[in-house]
């Protein structure tokens, strides 16, 4: 195992040489584990970092990424005992479950996308997610989506995707809070509410619709004009949609 034990140190794990045979810790603050050229699993175990990185043209496939430690010997990226961590990069981290303990927050400032078989995301109570500018976190292959509407954030410049089956599945996706500038995508042919929109990506007291809520089927029911977008947008097929009746 590589034990990192400095400071603002980058640790770079290069995917066009020998294959990875350790696992990589870090003891000290501000560090970066920095995956290149990479293309693949990692079977081993990261931890102890505060930003994981992947370069561009990368996807790192994991078991875990889990903002706690790694106590059951499971493989993947963890934070630790004392540290929340980021997720960097142009490339794409693919995991197959995402774990987001009370104590230690995930930051998603790159690419982030949930599958594979029983995948999940799960955030703790007191824990969050958040999706933050030049982030995108992808769900719509996730089978599990065990998170409330006030742990998942989508703040300015963050984008997260979602199937309409998921948006409609009783308490499978309670929702997001989204900032202005921020965009959710509704992938899928189901057909959705303007309230259900309001209560699923409002924010407040009138659930107003801050950020951008793209519906890729063009199916939404209800009076839009019901939906606060005083200070965000409704699309439907990429249409500007607001103060409509929609059928």
Excluded at 165 to 175: C, I, R, V
Excluded at 210 to 223: Q, Y
């Amino acid at each position: 195992r590589m034990i990192v034990s400095g400071h603002d140190v980058v640790a770079t794990i290069d995917g066009t040489k020998a294959d990875v045979e350790q696992g990589y810790t870090s003891t000290g603050s501000n560090n970066t584990l920095a995956f290149e050229n990479y293309e693949g699993k990692f079977d081993k175990v990261a931890t102890g970092f505060e930003n994981y990185t992947a370069g561009a043209g990368s996807t790192v496939r994991v078991d875990n990424i889990s903002t706690g430690s790694n106590t059951e010997g499971d493989t993947g990226i963890f934070a630790g005992t004392d540290n929340a961590f980021t997720l960097g990069g142009e490339g794409t981290f693919v995991a197959q479950n995402v774990t987001v303990e009370a104590s230690n927050n995930l930051d998603v400032e790159g690419n982030l996308s949930v599958a594979g078989d029983e995948s999940s995301i799960t955030v703790n109570e007191g824990g969050a997610a958040n999706v933050n500018a030049g982030g995108t976190v992808d769900v719509t292959e996730a089978e599990k989506l065990d998170v409330t509407k006030t742990q998942l954030n989508v703040n300015d410049g963050g984008t997260l995707n979602v199937t309409t089956e998921q948006f409609l599945a009783d308490n499978a996706f309670a929702g997001a809070t989204l900032a202005a500038g921020a965009t959710v995508n509704l992938n899928g042919d189901d057909e959705v509410s303007a309230d259900q929109l309001k209560n699923k990506f409002g924010t407040g007291t009138d659930s107003q619709i801050a950020g951008i809520v793209n519906v890729e089927s063009g199916k939404v029911t209800g009076v839009i004009d019901d939906v606060d977008t005083s200070n965000g947008t409704i699309s439907v097929n990429n249409i500007k949609v607001m103060g409509i009746a929609t059928d």
